[in-house]
């Protein structure tokens, strides 16, 4: 009997802890609940606090679509992700950005902690359409507004005396530059056009008159003046002696081939301008056409801009078979540069490149650069000339011009130690005008 007792008192006992058990789990999952419902409605009266704090009306009482994602269905939106990975402030100054956020917010919350309420995803709900199927029925339009203008006319009416004139757009565009600088110059003893360490003055004046038809036509025109004088103690007979001595002009014609890549056809003149002649003597070096150099050459054109503000721009123009010509007008310089003594012309034919880059290094620096590269498979000719600007105001600007070149088409060219390298320097104040 007193086994049978502790056997149904042990059982009793285990059946109890099961009961009590199961009563401890049912409280906590309503606890559970009753905690999310809470931070729910907490949330909820948030955004109604924040939306009544909103200063706008409506004519008529309207849903607010805003709190669709928070009162529908649990659903899995790509919104409170993406806020949560991009880290989102939430310091809007917009009302309605600031309840997406903390709609967000919430919803990112539930998907963290109670993952198992999420119903369906957003791409579901997309899925499920827009719009209704079921209705067939056809709208028929009984009547038409254009029956009920019975006086209309689409001519419009001009008073008397007004006539219309029809103007072609101008796709010239043209501009200059111009500066007159004060300098101290230096030269190698080989420099073609002669010079000596002195003081100088200098005069450039760049005009430019550009057609572009907006469709794949291009004429682009440069018409270049440098003139410089420098004292010349040296020189019994001159008190100055040109140093700069130059007039180009350059101009290709292009036709569109891929975007910023033109067919195109170049031509380039230049000859000294002044009379120059080699210190203490008479014995005259270049004067106006003598030399007198004409490139003419097809090729191809590429125009380019580089930098996030375009700051780096220009343009390269190569030119696989040129026809070069040079002329010599005077007599006394008939077999120099190049020319075959008894000899005014010399035609030659040749590749040719010319490449030109304006540097916007910043707003008080420019570097304005222009490289000519010739040859006739018998001599070759580089000359590159740079411009490197710092401003110092609208007007005023601290010039330096370097000017190395390499011309072996005359022994004349060579320096001290036989090679054929020039180098030409200029650093001085200018005076710079735009038009």
């Not at 402030?89 to 919350?109: C, H, R, V």
């Not at 290709?252 to 002649?277: D, H, R, W």
């Not at 270049?286 to 191809?300: A, C, D, N, R, Y």
Request: some cysteine; charged content about 20%; overall charge positive.
């Amino acid at each position: 009997m007193r086994s049978l007792v502790i056997f149904f008192f042990v059982l009793g006992s285990f059946t109890g802890a099961n009961a009590r058990v199961r009563v401890v789990k049912d409280v906590e999952a309503k606890v559970d609940t009753l905690s999310i419902v809470s931070t729910y409605l907490q949330k909820l009266q948030r955004l109604v606090e924040q939306r009544d704090s909103m200063a706008f009306t409506t004519p008529y009482n309207t849903p607010n679509a805003y709190y669709y994602q928070i009162l529908s269905a649990p659903t899995l939106y790509s919104s409170p992700l993406h806020q949560m990975m991009n880290n989102t402030d939430s310091t809007y100054a917009d009302k309605q950005l600031q309840t997406l956020y903390y709609i967000n917010n919430m919803l990112a919350k539930l998907y963290a902690k109670h993952p198992e309420l999420v119903q369906q995803t957003e791409e579901s709900v997309k899925d499920k359409g827009k719009f209704r199927d079921d209705i067939n029925e056809k709208i028929n339009v009984k009547e038409k507004l254009s029956e009920k203008v019975t006086e209309a006319s689409l001519s419009p009416t001009l008073d008397d005396g007004v006539q219309v004139v029809t103007r072609r757009p101008n796709f010239w565009k043209t501009s200059g530059r111009s500066y007159v600088q004060l300098s101290q110059a230096h030269f190698s003893d080989n420099w073609w056009q002669g010079g000596e360490n002195s003081f100088s003055g200098n005069l450039s004046l760049t005009l430019q008159a550009n057609y572009n038809n907006q469709k794949k036509f291009r004429w682009d025109n440069t018409l270049e003046l440098r003139i410089g004088a420098q004292t010349s103690p040296s020189d019994t007979k001159r008190s100055f002696r040109p140093t700069q001595n130059q007039l180009r002009y350059f101009t290709t014609v292009g036709y569109q081939a891929y975007k910023s890549l033109y067919y195109s056809c170049q031509v380039e003149a230049k000859t000294p301008v002044l009379p120059n002649y080699k210190p203490n003597t008479d014995e005259l070096t270049t004067k106006m056409f003598s030399p007198l150099e004409i490139t003419v050459g097809p090729g191809m054109k590429y125009d380019f801009q580089w930098g996030k503000k375009k700051r780096f721009t220009g343009n390269m123009n190569v030119a696989f078979v040129a026809y070069q010509l040079k002329y010599v007008g005077v007599d006394e310089l008939i077999g120099q540069y190049g020319l075959d003594a008894g000899k005014h012309f010399k035609h030659t034919f040749g590749p040719t490149a010319t490449l030109n880059t304006n540097y916007n290094i910043c707003d008080q620096i420019s570097w304005r650069s222009t490289i000519v590269w010739k040859s006739n498979y018998s001599y070759t000719s580089i000359d590159w000339f740079n411009e490197i600007n710092f401003r110092v105001t609208k007007i005023i600007n601290a010039k330096l011009i370097l000017n190395p070149k390499i011309d072996d088409s005359s022994s004349k060219y060579r320096n001290s130690n036989g090679k054929y390298l020039m180098f030409k320097e200029d650093l001085g104040i200018s005076i710079d005008y735009n038009f």
